[in-house]
């Protein structure tokens, strides 16, 4: 994760979250009376985000001690305890609810990612997200991603090629469509076509596609479409496919399944922030 980039998503969320002032901390605790504070899984899951709390605390106050008791990817289960943070009271209440928001944000994506990972259970077939992510958090949205054991794949519209059903139908052809693009990026770019039949998959292999992906088909199309691609070229399974059933396209040969509910439909996975005078 990008940090120096964290650190300012962070202070624009504090901006958000605090204004001027937090008026209920700062007016029932003096600045320097200290206290401590407990992260702790209500439920079991994975953890993902660690790095925010440090960060974001030491926004406030870098002498703000931040023990972290597990790390990204884990396992946790109800009741563990994630992280304690010790320095002023006010700085802790301060910035407790942002944090817990996006560690439990996080926590949730990387659970629904390694449960995906697991329901497909296929050594060969990668599961990655899409770019149906919150505006402002896709960062660390593809980051949980990670470290529930999934992939990444183009981060925005300027890391990759993807052409589109309207790009073909406005452009005239899968063929015309990598052609224009060949000419207009270098060679580092990768270039995907998506595909719907099996005309197009063969189209998209004979125009020099780098990955072609097979869109909203059934677990039969993905098996019968990748056997009609070179080795040479990545294949992708995306649109339509459910935790329910994702296990149907275990064994279909595909490199990469993409889904968006990984992100856009993730639960958040409950964590408390408890605290105490231990601290002082």
């Known amino acids: 994760m ?9 202070q624009s969320f504090f901006d958000e979250d605090i204004g001027d002032r937090d008026i209920t901390s700062m007016s029932i605790f003096p600045v320097k009376e200290k206290g401590k504070g407990t992260f702790i899984a209500k439920e079991d899951g994975i953890i993902s985000g660690l790095e925010i709390i440090r960060e974001a ?18 396992q946790v289960q109800k009741g563990d305890v994630i992280a304690e943070v010790i320095g002023p009271i006010v700085h802790l209440l301060t910035g407790e609810r942002v944090i817990l928001n996006l560690l439990q944000r996080m926590s949730g994506i990387a659970t ?3 449960k995906s990972v697991l ?15 919150m505006p402002g958090l896709r960062m ?37 469509a990598v052609q224009m693009v060949r000419d207009q990026t270098g060679h580092m770019v990768n270039i995907e076509v998506e595909t719907e039949t099996k005309e197009q998959v063969l189209e998209a292999a004979a125009a020099g596609a780098d990955i072609i992906m ?11 479409f990748s056997s009609y691609v070179p080795s040479s070229i990545v294949t992708e399974a995306s649109g339509g496919i459910t935790l329910e059933t994702l296990k149907g396209y275990c064994g279909t040969n595909v490199d990469y399944i993409s889904l968006g509910f990984i992100t856009h439909s993730a639960k958040a996975l409950d964590i408390s922030f408890e605290v105490s005078e231990e601290g002082k």
């Open 214 to 224: 097979f869109d909203n088909c059934n677990p039969d199309q993905v098996r019968e």
């Open 112 to 114: 629904l990612t390694r």
């Open 119 to 133: 329901t497909l259970n296929d050594p060969h077939t990668q599961i990655c997200d899409t770019r149906k992510t």
């Open 57 to 74: 605390y030491h926004l406030f106050d870098a002498s703000i001690e931040v023990h972290t008791y597990r790390t990204n990817g884990e």
């Open 2 to 10: 990008n940090l120096l980039k964290l650190r300012r998503l962070l």
């Open 140 to 176: 660390l949205e593809k980051y949980a991603v990670t470290t529930g054991g999934g992939k990444n794949h183009r981060f925005g519209l300027y890391d990759g090629v993807m052409i589109k059903d309207n790009h073909i139908s406005f452009c005239g052809s899968i063929t015309e």
